[in-house]
């Protein structure tokens, strides 16, 4: 992470290429939220990764407040990133938070666009040449540390020829390392917000939180730095022309300087903040009675008792325990899981789906253990010390085995002997351990 300042400019018109016709978003999209809330709205639709892009609408405390007004525009420029971005490689796409609004049925009307009322009056935030320092000040502490934002700040800016900033790459930091600004009220043309350059200005400072680009890049400009200069149509050119937008700009030139290039320094394809395309759904039940507690990662998923069509990332590692009810035990996987073991690891390729069956329990097992030594089970159940009673709906076969200088000196209750010990009926067994 460098702390720098990174501006988009506006750039003169007689000082830019010929000016392009402006291209529209292809589609217009209507946010079906209501309210104005800081706080991410939970659940997430987005469960692969806590690793998530939320917009946010910000005005100072004198402010007029817009926020109805502009959703819809930064719904289509959310829109408008993500296709751009598949354009660009169909194999990644920002992962931006959305939740599921009640009765939405378009998955950009769902975007989760947060509202802040800033604690200071636009004069406040005019007294720098840009409001970036000052904002992220304010905003100090307010976002998660796996978050990444993208604020509006609709206040003026003294320097107007400044379209949009962030104070950090950060390739592996949100929270307050994390945030992009957009100055709407700029002279750089952003409004109306969501048909024209708003999008661009957005995924141009997007693209430098993520990391873009580091010193190595052999395109880096000579006077501005974290922006590449081979090509004018480089969303990463430090100036913004007049009538862009992000249709006539590509995603690294060449693949030479940020994004899915061949060299040794960082390459924003791999940040943890895009999601890997296609995505699948995925789907867990259960047949009796019990839990399932899946993951993704480190994020815990909505499938306790069990889950339908999540969407998660191609090549997504998910982990399942599936953890009987009492008076029951469990059997076995079906579907993508397979065997007897209560754990599974899936790897998501394709449409996944498992079903984890649990059946009466036929056989209730006590353990105990005398010394320093420990009893497990196959199937697996029991690991004693620790989990030293469970239920089975089949045979059980229990082993001792002796910590480092002790030995097994042999079984009491039920079973004898050393060898291991083969169960069918509920029993209660001890194990015993000697010091050598
Ligand atoms: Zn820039």
Not at 191 to 211: C, K, W
Not at 311 to 322: I, M
Not at 337 to 355: E, I, Q
Request: hydrophobic share 35%; with cysteine; net charge negative.
């Amino acid at each position: 992470m460098r702390r720098v300042v990174v501006p988009v400019l506006l750039v003169f018109a007689a000082l830019s290429a010929p000016s392009l016709a402006s291209a529209r978003p292809p589609a217009t999209y209507t946010w079906c939220g209501t309210g104005e809330t800081t706080a991410n709205r939970v659940p997430d639709l987005e469960v692969t990764s806590d690793q998530q892009v939320r917009f946010f609408y910000a005005i100072p405390s004198d402010g007029t407040d817009n926020f109805q007004a502009t959703a819809d525009g930064i719904v289509n420029d959310a829109a408008w990133i993500d296709q751009w971005w598949q354009a660009q490689d169909p194999s990644r796409t920002p992962r931006f938070d959305r939740y599921p609004f009640p009765g939405c049925t378009s998955p950009w009307g769902q975007l989760d666009i947060g509202f802040i009322r800033l604690p200071h009056t636009a004069a406040y935030y005019t007294t720098r040449d840009s409001p970036s320092i000052l904002l992220d000040e304010d905003l100090a502490g307010d976002f998660p540390g796996t978050q990444k934002s993208i604020v509006y700040y609709d206040g003026p800016t003294r320097n107007d020829q400044i379209c949009g900033e962030t104070d950090y790459l950060s390739n592996t930091f949100g929270g307050d390392n994390g945030i992009v600004y957009l100055f709407p009220q700029s002279a750089c043309g952003l409004t109306p917000i969501g048909s024209g350059s708003s999008a661009e200005v957005a995924a141009h400072e997007l693209l430098h939180n993520l990391g873009a680009v580091a010193d190595q890049a052999p395109n880096e400009c000579p006077t501005s730095q974290s922006h590449v200069c081979d090509s004018k149509q480089d969303i990463l050119y430090p100036f913004l022309s007049p009538d862009s937008n992000l249709d006539l700009v590509t995603l690294d030139v060449g693949h030479d300087d940020y994004y899915a290039h061949s060299g040794s320094w960082w390459d924003v394809q791999d940040s943890a903040w895009l999601e890997h395309l296609p995505q699948f759904p995925f789907s867990l039940s259960e047949q009796g009675s019990g839990r399932l507690v899946a993951r993704s990662g480190t994020l815990k998923l909505p499938c306790d008792a069990g889950c339908t069509s999540l969407s998660l990332d191609n090549g997504a590692t998910v982990s399942v325990l599936a953890v009987p009810a009492a008076g029951f035990a469990f059997s076995s996987w079906s579907g993508a899981c397979s065997g007897t073991a209560p754990s599974c690891v899936l790897s998501v390729g394709a449409g996944t789906s498992a079903t984890a069956t649990f059946v009466k329990a036929t056989l209730r097992v006590t353990a105990a253990v005398t010394g320093k030594g420990k009893v497990t089970s196959s199937p697996a159940g029991i690991s004693c010390p620790g989990i030293c009673r469970t239920a089975f709906a089949v045979p059980v076969r229990l082993t001792a085995k002796p910590s480092p200088g002790w030995k097994f000196t042999g079984w009491r209750g039920v079973c004898t002997g050393t060898r291991p010990c083969a169960l069918s009926a509920t029993a209660s067994v001890r194990a015993v351990f000697a010091r050598r």
